[in-house]
């Protein structure tokens, strides 16, 4: 039997699929990056260069950094970041795909015309719209609170909070699906299908060297190689325990609501630019 982890299968349509994983950052610089890394960081870093072929930014290169002695490995990385945030100040606000559903359910809620540029992937916002985005996310997070709904959470007992989430409705959110398979989610779990078999509703799922095993109402149900279990193992990769469950919409978009706000405020106070980057 072929092992999963050298397995992989390529989805074509859903919410994550064509980008829909990947992260977006917001970032705050306080001044420009150095021109050259500390001789302590010289050979694990790489520079980050703008369109102008300036030094942007600096990013550790994990090929390297890995290839350290194991106990250097956590001094290193810790040096690393007290260094770059001498110079910029970062966030994680969720990945595309929860920015795009965040975007949609807020735009029925409250004002977000300073937030659509979240959108477009790669944006830069003055330190005056900076105020407005500050101003709209925080109204957007009350009207969250004050909504009180739920969407499907993705947890790990290795990881703290909601590891990926999605917004439900009445309607499955198709999450990742290819021509024979499907994982949708649903309010109760992820909906698995597969051409042949039956539908499985996973409330967790366990992913090792020989496949996956589900966690089902009527207990495990083991589905291998299969493309269902592949497809399942993609909506929360490198964690190898899952478990799914309704969670609060706050705790699925609380990067948008809690750290956009103090990301733009930052920009604001400081005079500078907010910067919304897609990717690495």
């Known amino acids: 039997m072929t092992s999963l982890s050298r397995t992989t299968t390529a989805p074509t349509a859903g919410v994550l699929a064509g980008g829909g994983s990947i992260m977006v950052h917001a970032l705050v610089y306080h001044e420009r990056a150095p021109l050259a890394a500390p001789l302590a960081l010289a050979e694990v870093v790489d520079p980050v260069h703008d369109a102008d072929g300036g030094v942007r930014d600096w990013r550790m290169n994990l090929p390297r ?3 350290q002695r194991a106990e250097s490995v956590h001094d290193i990385r810790h040096e690393f970041v007290k260094w770059r945030s001498g110079f910029v100040t970062e966030s994680l ?10 975007l949609q359910w807020a735009d029925h809620v409250t004002d977000i015309s300073a937030l659509k540029v979240l959108g477009l992937g790669q944006a830069r916002i003055d330190q005056k719209a900076a105020a407005r985005v500050a101003w709209q996310a925080h109204e957007a997070a009350g009207a969250c609170r004050a909504g009180a709904e739920a969407g499907l959470g993705v947890m790990s007992p290795k990881r703290t909070g909601v590891v990926r989430g999605f917004v439900v409705s009445d309607d499955p959110v198709l999450v990742l699906a290819d021509a024979h398979a499907s994982v949708s989610a649903t309010a109760s779990g992820f909906d ?6 039956p539908a499985l509703l996973a409330h967790g799922w366990v992913v090792e060297p020989d496949g996956v095993t589900v966690i089902t109402d009527d207990g495990q149900v083991s589905l291998g190689n299969s493309l269902g279990g592949r ?3 993609q909506v929360a990769p490198g964690v190898s325990q899952a478990s799914a469950a309704p969670v609060p919409l706050t705790s699925i978009f609380s990067g948008l609501l809690v750290h956009l706000p103090e990301m733009a405020l930052l920009a604001a106070r400081d005079r500078t630019s907010l910067l919304i980057s897609t990717g690495a």
């Open 65 to 67: 950094l890995l290839g």
């Open 192 to 197: 698995v299908r597969e051409d042949g078999g």
């Open 93 to 102: 606000l969720g990945d595309v795909a929860t920015v795009r559903a965040f």
């Open 231 to 233: 497809l399942l193992a």
